[in-house]
């Protein structure tokens, strides 16, 4: 079966090469190591990312249990009366969602999808951007969003993406969406990713977000055979970026999630925002300088 991500289920070609799943992730593991593949969650998809974007009913299906876990982390992170700006994408939404409870928020969105969910919440404030609908996601792009983000500035971003590599950053298959992300990122102090474990080692076409610029991600935690997902958070650590893994060991896609580790996130990697209180991380991947930087190594060799 290929799913609507591209990927190829293991037992699909275990079923087509007349042989056990055993044997297939083995000749998996074999091909990504030689750069022929991608392993994904349970399956494979060829090497790189670097194809169209999958639409908003074909996402909104993937990894529901993860974005649940990561938007009920990140809403954390939001407190009352603050501004801030939040991107287009599935994860996104399921973050506003949570934010319609904070009082005296004011979110600057390009995406209908978050202006909708925030729609008829009490005492929060939506400014939607200008610019050109891009059905496929339901956002607004173009020169007239970009601009209308000029001289703006808030305390926040909340931005997803395809695919997040300590590399390369954050990045998209679309140049518009890519764009306004990064005008999105220009008006505010902190950055923070949110982006489930099938995201982490994937590139794709435009960077919206260099690693440099990341101060938060936002992530679930990824399955125990996923090596490349925690080498990934181990090489962004290294690099600064402040990590909360939530708790989502339920179902993948399963509409029951257990609730994520609600510890507050860390600190701003860079200066802080008057107004707003630095958050602290106990979730042992905030600060790579402590010894509890050990938990994506544990994730490793998991």
Do not use: C, W
Not at 250 to 271: C, H, S, T
Request: proline share 5%.
């Amino acid at each position: 079966m290929v799913r609507a991500n591209g990927a190829v289920s293991l037992r699909e070609l275990a079923r087509v090469v007349q042989t056990s799943e055993v044997t297939v992730r083995r000749d998996v593991r074999a091909l990504e190591a030689e750069g022929l593949l991608d392993r994904r969650h349970g399956g494979a998809v060829l090497p790189g990312g670097f194809t169209r974007e999958s639409g908003f009913p074909q996402k909104s299906h993937l990894a529901t249990a993860e974005k649940t876990a990561i938007a009920d982390l990140a809403a954390g992170l939001v407190e009352e009366g603050e501004a801030i700006v939040v991107g287009a994408g599935t994860t996104t939404q399921e973050l506003a969602r949570r934010l319609a409870r904070v009082p005296g928020l004011t979110v600057v969105t390009n995406s209908l999808l978050v202006a909708q969910a925030l729609a008829h919440a009490n005492r929060v404030e939506v400014v939607m951007t200008g610019g050109t609908l891009r059905g496929s996601n339901y956002a607004l792009v173009g020169s007239g969003a970009e601009q209308s983000l000029q001289g703006l500035r808030v305390s926040k971003a909340f931005l997803s993406g395809s695919g997040l590599t300590a590399e390369r950053g954050l990045s998209t298959s679309n140049m518009l969406s890519a764009s306004v992300d990064r005008a999105l990122v220009q008006a505010a102090a902190e950055v923070v990713v949110l982006a489930d474990h099938t995201k982490l080692g994937t590139d794709t076409m435009f960077q919206t977000v260099p690693t440099d610029l990341i101060t938060r991600l936002v992530t679930d935690e990824p399955p125990g055979h996923d090596d490349r997902a925690a080498t990934e958070l181990q090489a962004l650590a290294d690099q600064g970026v402040q990590i909360a893994v939530a708790g989502a060991t339920g179902n993948p896609g399963g509409d029951q999630v257990p609730a994520g580790r609600r510890a507050p996130l860390p600190g701003p990697r860079r200066g802080h925002v008057p107004g707003t209180s630095p958050l602290r991380s106990t979730t042992g991947l905030g600060d790579p300088t402590t010894p509890d930087r050990g938990r994506v190594a544990d994730l490793r060799r998991r």
